[in-house]
C-alpha cells in the first residue's frame, strides 16, 4: 500500500531534473545541429551533447525526454487496456489535419497545426469506434482502413501543397518522419506541459484507470464514471501523440506508446510498478536517441529512438526474470532435469521391490527399464551420484544410498498412488495409468498427497503395483 | 498535366489497376483470416530488406531487393509469431512492437543508403506511380509495369491453384487440417505472398498506401456479399475502380475546385478506395447503416400499428361492443407520442383498419373506430398476447401481474403456426390467466 502511494511521487519526482534544466536554459551559442556536414562526432561534441552543454542540444534532448516518459505513461494503460494499436489509428489520422492547416495558412502555424492535428486525430479514433460497430468489420481492420485512408487523404492535400509551391513541403516531412532537431524552445515547454498534465491526470486518476484496465464492468459497478475515464484516457493518447509528432514523426510515435509498456510488463506484474518501468524506459530511450542523433545529425531522431526501445524490448523480453524467454528456458530445462533424476530413482525403487533392497542394478537392466536414451540416462544417473542418491559399487551395478533410497520410494508411491486413484475414482483401465502417472508423479505437491492418502486410504505403505504380475511397468 | 494523355496517364492508370488488384486479391483472405494488421506490419517492416539489399546491390529495380524486401516481410510474420507466443504479448501490440522497430531500421539504413543511391524516403511512404510512364522509352512496356503484372499473374495463379485450400483454411482451419491442409503452410504461403505484392507495390503505391488497398477492397466486398467467390471479384472491381477513379481525381480534381495544381495518384487511389468502403458501410442491404436503419424503422411502425389496434380492441372490449371512438391524444398518450406512433396511426387508416369516427362537437382532436378489417387484425393479435400469458402462466411459476410484460413483447412476434401450437397445448382455452377472453383466430368480433 505504501509502494503503492509512493508510485505517484515518484513520477512526479522523475519531472524535477528537467524542470530545473528547463528553467537554466538560456539561449547559448547558436550551433547549428542540422549542419549535415558531421559524420563523426569528437569528443567535444558528445561530451557537450551528454553535458546539455549545448542549448540547442538541451532542448532537443529534454524536449524528447519528457515525450518519451509521458508517453511510457500513458501508453502503460492503453497497453492494458489492450488499445496499443488504436494510437497507430491515431497518429496516421492527423496528418489530414497537418496538410489542411498548411494548405490554408500557407505558413508554419505551430499552435493551429497541432489544433488540426488533434482534430483529425479525433475524428481517426472516431471512425475506428464507428468502423468497429458494424459486425462484418473486425477492429484490426477498422484500424488498417482508418489509418491508411485517412494518410491517404492527408497525402493527397500534401500533393497539393507541393504543387502550390508554398516552401513548407519540408515542415511537412517533419511531421511524417520526425526531426527532433527542428524543436524549438517552446515546442519543449509544450512537451513540457503536456508530461506534467499526463502524469499528473495519471496520478490523479490512477484507481479509475487502474480499474478500467483489468475489469471495465467492475469499474462501472464502483461508480466509476467508465466513459469519462476512458475519453480522458484517450485525450491523454491523443495529447502525447500529436506532441510528439514533430519528434518522433507519426509514423513511430505510436511505438513510444507500445514498446516501454511492453517491455515493462516482463518486469512486473504490480500496475505501479510497470507504469514507472516503462516511463524510465521511454524517458531512457528517447533521451539515447536524441542525444546520439544531436552528435549524429545525419541519423533520424525517431528512427533511434524507437530502435533504442526496441533493444530495451528485446532484452527485457529476453532476460526478464520471470516471464522472460531464458527464464522460461532455464524453467524448462531444469524441471526436464528433474524428472529425468526422478525417473532414475523411481527405476531403481522398482528393482529394489521387484529383488531384495541394496540389490545392485546393471547398466543393461537400467536402460531396458524405460525407454530413455543411454545419453539421458547417463546424465541423469550422473546427476543423483553427485547429489549422494546412488553409489557404483565395485561390480559396476549401481545401489541407492540410504537418502536415495527414501525418496526413491517417495516418488514411487506419488506414481503407485496416482495410478490407484485413476483406477479407482477415474474408471481408467490399469494399462492405461501408467502413462498417465508417470507424468502426474513430479508435480504432486505434499497437499495433494495428503488429500490421495484420504481418498484411498493409504497411510505409509507403498501400494503394490497394479499392473499383471510379471509385467513390469 | 492538362489534359487526358494516353501515353503518360495510360501506363499509370494501368499501373494503379494492376497494384491494386494484385493487393486486392490476397488482402481478401487478409480480411477474412481477421489478419488485417499483418499487412500493415508487413509493409513497415519490409523497408530495412529493401534498404540492405540496397545496400548491398548499389541499385534499384534489382532481383536483390525482390528477396531482401520478401525475406523482411517473411520474417515480420515469424517474429510477430515469436514475440506472442514466447514473450505472451497481445497481437496487436506485439506487431506494434516487431514493425515500429524493423520500420525505425529501414528508416536509418535508408538515410545511410541515400549517400551512396538516389532513393527518397518520401516514395517509401506514397511511391511515385507519375514516374512509371517515364521509362517507357520508345514505346515499350515500363519494366514496372511488368513486375507489377508478374506479381498480378502469380497472385491470380496462387488463388486460383489453391482456391480451395485457401476457403477451407480461412473458414475453418481444423477441418483444413483433418483434410489434410496444412493450415501453417497456407499461412505462411500467404504471407509470403503479401510481402512479395507489398514489395513489388512500393514502387508504384508506397507503404502506406499498400495497406488501404489490401485491406480496403476486402472489407467493402466483404459488406457486399456472403460468397467467398463473389466477394473476390468484387474486391478487384472496386480496387480497380479506385484506381481508375484515383487518378482521375489526382490529376483533374483540385482544378474542379478551383486549385491550379494535380495531386498525388496513389494517395487519392487510397481515399477512393475509402469512400467506396464508406458508401458499402452506408448502403450494404444487409450490413449497411442505412439499411439496418430502415429496418429498425420498419419493425418499430409494425410493432406501434400493432399496439394501437390492441389498444383500441381493449377500449372495445371495455365498452361491451358499444363501438365508442378514441381520441388520437388518448392513442398516442397510450403509446407513447412519437413521429412513428404518428406514422403508424396515419398508416392504420391508409391500410384501413381504422376509420376517423364522426366526432361531436366537444372533441378536441380526431377520434378513431376500428373497420371490420382492423378488427380482425386485432383481435389476432389480442389472441397471441392472451395465449402466450396462458401458457407463460401454465409452464412457469410467474405472478401474474408479471405476465403482461413478456407478452406485449412477444406479441408481435408469434406466428399463426406457433398461436396453433400453443392453442393446443392449452387445449383450445377461452379466457387467459386474468380472466380475459382470448378472441379465435378466425372470425372478427368475437363470440
Same mark, same amino acid.
Given at each position: ?8 511521487? %515518484?513520477?512526479?519526482?522523475? $519531472? ?41 542540444? *538541451? ?6 525526454? !519528457? ?16 488499445? %496499443? ?14 496538410? $489542411? ?16 492535428? %488533434? ?8 471512425? +475506428? ?17 482508418? !489509418? ?8 493527397? $492535400?500534401?500533393? $497539393? ?89 507519426? =509514423? ?20 505501479? =510498478? ?40 528485446? +532484452? ?69 551420484? *553427485?547429489?549422494?542418491? +546412488? ?83 | ?13 494501368? &499501373?494503379?489497376?494492376?497494384? &491494386? ?68 504479448? /497481445? ?12 520500420? @525505425? ?7 545511410? &543508403? ?218 398516442? @398518450? ?86 396453433? /401450437? ?26
Amino acid at each position: 500500500m505504501i509502494a503503492m502511494r509512493g508510485i505517484p511521487w %515518484a513520477l512526479v519526482a522523475m $519531472l524535477i531534473p528537467f524542470s530545473n534544466a528547463m528553467a537554466q536554459s538560456q539561449p547559448g551559442t547558436h550551433r547549428s545541429i542540422t549542419d549535415t556536414a558531421v559524420h563523426w562526432p569528437g569528443w567535444d561534441q558528445v561530451s557537450q551533447a551528454l553535458l546539455l552543454r549545448d542549448y540547442n542540444t *538541451r532542448v532537443v534532448v529534454i524536449g524528447a525526454t !519528457l515525450l518519451g516518459l509521458a508517453a511510457g505513461v500513458i501508453g502503460t494503460f492503453a497497453y492494458l487496456r489492450k488499445r %496499443a494499436l488504436m494510437g497507430d489509428a491515431l497518429s496516421h489520422a492527423t496528418l489530414p489535419g497537418i496538410a $489542411l492547416v498548411f494548405l490554408i495558412l500557407g505558413a508554419k502555424n505551430m499552435p493551429l497545426l497541432l489544433l488540426g492535428a %488533434a482534430v483529425s486525430g479525433i475524428l481517426g479514433v472516431l471512425a +475506428v469506434i464507428g468502423l468497429r460497430t458494424i459486425p462484418r468489420i473486425k477492429e484490426d481492420a477498422a484500424i488498417g482502413i482508418v !489509418l491508411s485512408v485517412f494518410f491517404g487523404l492527408g497525402m493527397v $492535400l500534401f500533393g $497539393l501543397v507541393q504543387q502550390l509551391k508554398t516552401g513548407n513541403e519540408a515542415g511537412i516531412q517533419s511531421f511524417i518522419y520526425g526531426k527532433a532537431a527542428a524543436m524549438l524552445h517552446r515546442d519543449a515547454w509544450l512537451i513540457g506541459g503536456v508530461a506534467v498534465a499526463v502524469v499528473a491526470a495519471c496520478t490523479l486518476f490512477y484507481k479509475d484507470f487502474r480499474i478500467l484496465c483489468f475489469d471495465e464492468e467492475f469499474a462501472g459497478s464502483q461508480g466509476c464514471p467508465v466513459v469519462v475515464m476512458d475519453l480522458a484516457m484517450m485525450a491523454l493518447v491523443v495529447l502525447t501523440t500529436v506532441v510528439g509528432l514533430q519528434a518522433v514523426g507519426l =509514423i513511430l510515435v505510436v511505438s513510444l506508446l507500445i514498446i516501454p509498456p511492453a517491455a515493462a510488463r516482463f518486469w512486473t506484474d504490480d500496475l505501479g =510498478i510497470m507504469t514507472l518501468v516503462a516511463g524510465a524506459s521511454g524517458a531512457a530511450s528517447a533521451w539515447f536517441g536524441a542525444t546520439l542523433s544531436a552528435v549524429m545529425p545525419r541519423l533520424p531522431t525517431g528512427a533511434i529512438i524507437v530502435l533504442c526501445a526496441g533493444v530495451m524490448f528485446f +532484452v527485457s523480453m529476453m532476460a526478464a526474470p520471470r516471464r522472460g524467454v531464458i527464464a522460461g528456458i532455464w524453467r524448462g530445462w531444469s524441471l526436464s532435469r528433474r524428472i529425468g533424476l526422478q525417473h532414475v530413482l523411481r527405476a531403481f525403487a522398482e528393482h529394489e521391490e521387484r529383488y531384495a533392497e541394496g540389490v545392485g542394478i546393471t547398466m543393461q537392466q537400467l536402460l531396458a527399464a524405460r525407454s530413455w536414451s543411454p545419453v539421458s540416462l547417463q546424465r541423469s544417473l550422473q546427476r543423483a551420484i *553427485r547429489r549422494g542418491e +546412488v553409489t557404483r559399487g565395485g561390480d559396476g551395478g549401481f545401489r541407492l544410498t540410504s537418502a536415495g533410497r527414501v525418496e526413491a520410494a517417495r516418488i514411487l508411491r506419488n506414481h503407485r498412488l496416482w495410478e490407484l486413484y485413476l483406477i479407482r475414482h477415474a474408471d481408467i483401465a490399469p494399462s492405461h495409468v501408467d502413462r498417465d502417472a508417470d507424468d502426474v508423479e513430479h508435480v504432486l505437491s505434499e497437499p495433494i498427497v495428503r488429500e490421495l492418502e484420504r481418498a484411498l486410504d493409504e497411510a505409509v505403505a507403498i501400494p503394490p503395483s497394479p499392473h499383471a504380475e510379471g509385467g513390469g511397468v | 498535366m492538362s489534359g487526358w494523355d494516353w501515353s503518360s496517364d495510360g501506363w499509370i492508370v494501368l &499501373a494503379g489497376v494492376l497494384s &491494386a488488384c494484385s493487393c486486392a486479391l490476397v488482402g481478401n483472405f487478409l480480411v477474412l483470416r481477421k489478419m488485417s494488421l499483418m499487412g500493415d506490419a508487413i509493409s513497415h517492416a519490409v523497408l530495412p530488406g529493401l534498404a540492405i539489399a540496397f545496400i548491398v546491390s548499389g541499385s534499384r529495380a534489382s532481383m536483390e531487393m525482390f528477396v531482401g524486401a520478401v525475406l523482411a516481410g517473411t520474417l515480420t510474420a515469424v517474429l510477430s509469431q515469436a514475440v506472442i507466443k514466447y514473450g505472451g504479448v /497481445e497481437r496487436g501490440a506485439a506487431m506494434g512492437v516487431v514493425f515500429s522497430v524493423l520500420f @525505425a531500421l529501414g528508416l536509418i539504413l535508408i538515410r545511410q &543508403a541515400a549517400d551512396h543511391v538516389d532513393l527518397d524516403p518520401g516514395c517509401v511512404l506514397y511511391g511515385n506511380i507519375v514516374q512509371i510512364p517515364l521509362d517507357a522509352i520508345g514505346g515499350e512496356v515500363p519494366p514496372a509495369i511488368v513486375n507489377l503484372a508478374i506479381v498480378f499473374g502469380v497472385n491470380v495463379a496462387f488463388v486460383g491453384v489453391f482456391y480451395k485450400e485457401l476457403r477451407i483454411s480461412t473458414f475453418d482451419p481444423q477441418l483444413s487440417t483433418t483434410l489434410g491442409i496444412p493450415a501453417s503452410l497456407m499461412h505462411y504461403l500467404l504471407m509470403i505472398l503479401v510481402s512479395m505484392t507489398t514489395v513489388a507495390n512500393f514502387e508504384s503505391v508506397g507503404s502506406i498506401l499498400v495497406i488501404a488497398m489490401l485491406i480496403v477492397p476486402g472489407v467493402a466486398a466483404h459488406l457486399l456479399t456472403d460468397r467467398l467467390s463473389t466477394m473476390i471479384i468484387v474486391s478487384l472491381v472496386i480496387a480497380s475502380a479506385s484506381a481508375v477513379l484515383g487518378h482521375v481525381a489526382a490529376a483533374f480534381g483540385p482544378r474542379w475546385i478551383g486549385i491550379d495544381a494535380d495531386t498525388n495518384t496513389s494517395a487519392m487511389m487510397a481515399v477512393v478506395a475509402g469512400l467506396f468502403l464508406l458508401t458499402a458501410v452506408l448502403a450494404s442491404p444487409q450490413h449497411g447503416v442505412i439499411g439496418k436503419a430502415f429496418h429498425r424503422i420498419q419493425l418499430s411502425l409494425t410493432i406501434t400499428r400493432e399496439d394501437i389496434l390492441g389498444l383500441l380492441h381493449r377500449w372495445r372490449e371495455m365498452s361491451a361492443g358499444d363501438s365508442r371512438p378514441m381520441h388520437r391524444d388518448e392513442i398516442l @398518450a397510450a403509446v407513447g407520442d412519437s413521429t412513428v406512433s404518428r406514422w403508424a396511426l396515419r398508416s392504420l387508416v391508409r391500410r384501413r383498419e381504422l376509420v376517423p369516427a364522426v366526432s361531436d362537437a366537444s372533441t378536441r382532436s380526431p377520434a378513431y373506430l376500428l373497420t371490420p378489417d382492423g378488427i380482425a387484425s386485432a383481435s389476432v393479435l389480442v389472441r397471441s398476447h392472451r395465449l402466450w400469458e396462458s401458457y407463460l402462466a401454465k409452464h412457469f411459476a410467474i405472478p401474474l401481474d408479471h405476465l403482461h410484460m413478456s407478452a406485449e413483447r412477444w406479441e408481435h412476434f408469434i406466428t399463426p403456426q406457433l398461436r396453433e /401450437e400453443l392453442s393446443q397445448d392449452l387445449i383450445a382455452p377461452d379466457v387467459d390467466p386474468h380472466g380475459k377472453e382470448i378472441p379465435p383466430e378466425h372470425g372478427g368480433p368475437g363470440r
